[in-house]
Each structure stands twice: as structure tokens, then as C-alpha cells.
């Protein structure tokens, strides 16, 4: 299928300190956007643990292409389009399950879990005819490519391109972290996740989880709600943890100006996050012993002490490293945005590491979370402002040409630098520009 646009209209949006309101926009770039980013670049699309034995299922998206995500009878874990090869009718309706094949609820054509047309009722009427109903295109078609990496599943449906772990580059860290974390070296899926549909463009979203100047100012309605409560504590009463969870969003612009943000190739970032455990936790105190008795006390220190990470891999998660968070960034149109916020259980950790993880959830990244409400409202603002206003360019200027090149990435100078933006932008440039090539 052509593009809509060309290289050189891509360019034009793009300039190294601000980009065009388009982006964001423009219906045909965000067409343009699901071929050129979410039809080639590395997606992650779900969790080992979601499919654990052979036909274990779950539905989902790649960029707007529904995908069901299956284990397949050899074991290896297949992502199928989860469209009809008769008349394109997405043939799985449940978000998860276990199935020998798929059956369409239509005509009943019939697919093994590899996706290949396995039945078609009364096929001899085909014989004659110019289909060929052998051919792998009738069938739920695979991503070419489908990937692991620590337990978690990407795929791409470029057949050509970058290694996963090339493409996760030093983001790996992150994801080796959160299973490092688990006394048995793995995370698992336990429930299903928050699902939140916004009304802006997915770009909004990604470039929010980077950006260090929002926090003290957007979510000052939670942040002094938290300080009033700690204030009405009788006298000598530690607060809740929660407290804190919130009220560290007020802190101080020095703060975050030293926060490390590393931004790296394929539009990626890693940021010191906040909200570390405190280590005086009853609960944290017994999981740290488990974790000791298990790798002794070298390792163990070695992996509490990784910094609390916020991992964006571009363009479709975020991952929180020690609350076990994991937020998918679906788009659905160019002013739609669908937010999954999945949450993983520590193996062989205490019970109680597990509460504390959905605990975070509920009261950070949830849609009745009072602090998410806030960046909801914000990005939903700056969508409906560029619609409606003549301001074409949106500035990402601050503290541009102040960038530290680092081994592991460029790093943001100061925390509160527009960095992570232009570095999205140029990863987007990249892939929007790029005919051919790995898609970066
Ligand atoms: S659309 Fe699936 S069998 Fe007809
Ligand atoms: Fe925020």
C-alpha cells in the first residue's frame, strides 16, 4: 500500500528543536505512523506467562492490526493477525483462553494455532476455482518475527530488521532488572490490566513518562492532598506508603534536575525513577531476606541497588523495574489513545511484594488513580489547543545543545532537559524517512 506522504514531508515536520503540530494531527501521517513505526519496529505484544501451555491464547494490537498471541504445539509462542483469510473477520473474540484452533464465528473456516487454514466447509466447492485456499495468505498470517527476551514477547511484522536485543540496546538492563527482582529469576502475569482510553495522540503519552517539568506543577492537587494528610498524622505515626508515593511529585526542581534520563538509539530512555521501596519495610525487609538466601548477599545488593528504573522501549512501553509496572501504549486513531497498565507478581517473592505492586497501580497509573487523572486532562488539553489554534510548531528548545554523550546514551542535561523529545523525534524521523533498512 502507498504512503501518504513522502520522506521529504516527514523532514518538514521535523526540526532539531521543535516539531509541527501534524505530528500529531494529521490523519495521514498517523496512517503513515502504524506502516512505517508500528509495522517494522519491535512491539512488545505480551508475557510468557499469559500462555504458559500449548493453545494458551490472548488477543491484542499491533499498532490498530489485532494479534492473537498463541503457544503453539512445539511450544514456540506464535503472533497471528487475528483476521479471517475468508472475508477478514477477526476470528478470535476473547481477550484470552486455550484452543486446539481457531474456529470463525462466521463460516466456520478453521485455523490451526501456527495460523494455517487447516478446514473450510464444504471445500469442494472451491475446486475449479482460481483460489488457492493452500495458500499461507488465507491463513491467520504470522508476524514474521516474534522475539523473547527475559520472559518478555515482542514482535514485528518487518521480516528484515534489527536483532531484539540490538534493538532494546541498553534497556535490557531494565527488563533483566524486574526478573532479577524475583527470587526465581522470573515475573508472571496475574490478572488483567487497567485499560484507559485517551483522547490525544499516542505520541502525548510517550513523551509525558520522560518529561521531569510536569510533575511539581500538573499533579499539585494529589501532591498537597498527601502533605495534608501526613500534616493530620497524630504526632510520631509513620505514614502510609502510599503517602509518599504521591507526595514526591511535589519535589523541587533541583531534584529533578539531577535525575539521570539516558536517552539511547530506536528512541529509547532510561530514568532514575522515584518512589524507591523504602528498605524499612516490614514486607520489603522479608522479601530482601528471601532474595538473600537465594543469591547471598553480593547479588542481592547488587540488584536492589540497580537503580529504580522508569524503561521506555519506543514506541509501545514503560516499564517501572521496582514496582513491576508495565504500561502498553496502544494507538487507535490519530486523537485516540488506549493505556494498558499491567502489573507483574516477583516468583517465589512473599505474597505481600505482590499487594504492594498493585497497590502502586491503583494509586499511580490506575484511571481512577487521583495523580493519572491529571496528565489525562493535560494531554487531552494540549490535543483539543493544537486543533483548534494557528500554532504550528511546538517547541521542544529547552536546554537544547547541553546533551552529554555517554557510552551508554546520550544523557539529558540537566533531568528536566527536552532531550527524551527530540530524541523521540528523531528515532520517529528515522523510521517515517527510512524506505528500506532496519527502521529506526
Ligand atoms: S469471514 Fe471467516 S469464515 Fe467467513
Ligand atoms: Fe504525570
Known amino acids: 500500500m502507498a504512503f501518504n506522504k513522502t520522506p521529504k514531508e516527514f523532514r518538514d515536520l521535523v526540526r532539531p528543536d521543535r516539531v509541527h503540530r501534524d505530528v500529531y494531527l494529521d490523519r495521514e501521517v498517523f496512517r503513515d505512523e502504524l506502516r512505517r513505526i508500528h509495522g517494522r519496529a519491535w512491539l512488545y505484544v505480551a508475557h510468557e506467562s499469559q500462555v504458559p501451555s500449548a493453545g494458551d491464547f490472548m488477543t491484542t494490537a499491533m499498532g490498530v492490526t489485532p494479534v492473537v498471541v498463541v503457544r ?66 488465507h491463513g491467520m498470517t504470522p508476524a514474521p518475527r516474534v522475539g523473547t527476551y527475559r520472559g518478555f514477547v515482542f514482535a514485528s511484522f518487518a521480516a528484515e530488521g534489527p536483532e531484539l536485543e540490538t534493538f532494546l540496546g541498553p534497556t535490557t538492563t531494565a527488563l533483566d ?75 523541587s526542581y533541583d531534584f529533578w534536575n539531577g535525575l539521570r534520563v539516558v536517552c539511547c538509539e530506536y528512541g529509547h530512555s532510561l530514568m532514575g525513577a522515584i518512589n524507591t521501596p523504602p528498605d524499612t519495610d516490614p514486607v520489603f ?9 537465594r543469591h547471598g548477599p553480593h547479588r542481592t545488593d547488587e540488584i536492589l541497588s540497580y537503580p529504580s528504573v522508569m524503561a521506555l522501549v519506543y514506541p ?26 499491567w502489573t507483574f507478581r516477583l516468583k517465589g517473592a512473599p505474597e505481600g511484594m505482590y499487594r504492594r505492586c498493585r497497590s502502586y497501580a491503583n494509586l499511580v497509573n490506575s484511571p481512577s488513580s487521583i495523580g493519572n487523572a491529571d496528565d489525562v486532562e493535560a494531554f487531552m488539553r494540549v490535543h483539543r489547543g493544537l486543533e483548534n489554534d494557528t500554532m504550528e510548531w511546538i517547541s521542544q528548545h529547552r536546554n537544547v545543545g547541553q546533551d552529554q554523550q555517554t557510552n551508554e546514551g546520550v544523557v539529558a542535561v540537566p533531568g528536566t532537559s527536552e532531550l527524551p523529545m527530540r530524541n523521540h523525534f528523531k528515532a520517529w524521523l528515522a523510521y517515517m524517512t527510512e524506505e528500506q533498512g532496519n527502521g529506526r
Open 316 to 341: 509501545n512501553i514503560s516499564l517501572h523495574t521496582s514496582y513491576q509496572q508495565l504500561r502498553v501504549i496502544h494507538p487507535i486513531d490519530v486523537d485516540r489513545t488506549l493505556l494498558e497498565v
Open 72 to 137: 503453539h504445539k512445539d511450544a514456540s509462542i506464535r503472533v497471528l493477525r487475528n483476521r479471517c483469510g475468508h472475508k477478514g473477520a477477526a476470528v478470535v473474540g476473547k481477550r484470552c483462553g486455550s484452543a486446539k484452533s481457531f474456529r470463525c464465528m462466521y463460516h466456520g473456516w478453521t485455523y490451526d494455532t501456527d495460523g494455517s487454514l487447516q478446514a473450510v466447509p464444504q471445500r469442494k466447492a472451491y475446486d475449479g476455482t482460481e483460489i488457492d485456499l493452500n495458500d499461507p495468505a
Open 177 to 251: 532488572n524486574i526478573a532479577d527482582r524475583a527470587p526465581d529469576g522470573e515475573v508472571e502475569v496475574v490478572g488483567g490490566p487497567f485499560r484507559l482510553i485517551q483522547r490525544n495522540n499516542w505520541k502525548m503519552v510517550i513523551e509525558n513518562l520522560n518529561d521531569l517539568m510536569h510533575p511539581m506543577v500538573v499533579h499539585i492537587s494529589s501532591t498537597e492532598a498527601a502533605e495534608q494528610e501526613e500534616a493530620e498524622l497524630p504526632e510520631g505515626q509513620k505514614p502510609p506508603p502510599e503517602i509518599p508515593l504521591l507526595t514526591s511529585n511535589g519535589w
Open 285 to 293: 525487609v522479608e522479601y530482601a531476606d528471601v532474595l538473600e538466601k
